[in-house]
């Protein structure tokens, strides 16, 4: 059975770079492609929604700022999946998911039994000096399998 590479992508250089080496290898391995982003969802704490209820606020902006990070990742994910098709390479497929980005990609590699995880060392947050965002510092404290973190 072909090997299965799972890569993160954000957007960001960095994770186009992970792209970029994926497909390569993956094209040179016939494995076979499984992009994913995951659209952050920091669920409000209990205590907060009971005070914005009791005060009469509206969870409508909330609702409405999780919306369009949705559509951002969808476009994510379309994009990235274009990139790489447009190499000549159709072996990958692309999903969006919703919750903490490290969690989330740690339970896809653990549900698809990827063979290895492609993401980049930083992404979009500007943290000059840093060597690896949090997602990457997670990933490599818990990945169920080989992680390249590309740089
Ligand atoms: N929401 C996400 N969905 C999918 N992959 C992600 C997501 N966020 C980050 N990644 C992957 O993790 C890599 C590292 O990004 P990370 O978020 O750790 O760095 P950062 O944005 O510079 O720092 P931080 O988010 O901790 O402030 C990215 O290049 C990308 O491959
Ligand atoms: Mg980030």
């Given at each position: 059975m072909n090997e299965k590479y799972l890569v993160a992508v954000d957007g960001s250089e960095h994770g186009w770079k992970a792209l970029d080496l994926a497909a390569k290898l993956a094209g040179a391995s016939d494995a076979e492609l499984i992009l994913l982003h995951v659209v952050p969802h920091e669920p409000m704490p209990d205590g907060l929604a009971q005070f914005a209820k009791a005060e009469g606020l509206s969870m409508a902006e909330e609702r409405g700022r999780y919306h369009e990070g949705r559509r951002i990742g969808d476009q994510i994910v379309r994009q990235a999946e274009a990139r790489v098709r447009k190499?000549?390479?159709?072996?990958v497929s692309s999903r969006v998911e919703e919750g903490s980005p490290a969690d989330r990609i740690v339970a896809v590699a653990e549900g698809d039994g990827t063979d290895m995880i492609f993401l980049g060392s930083?992404?979009?947050?500007?943290?000059?000096?840093?060597?690896?965002?949090s997602v990457s510092h997670k990933l490599m404290h818990l990945a169920p399998c080989t992680c390249v973190v590309v740089k």
């Open positions: 190499s000549g390479f159709e072996r930083r992404g979009l947050s500007d943290l000059k000096g840093l060597l690896m965002g």
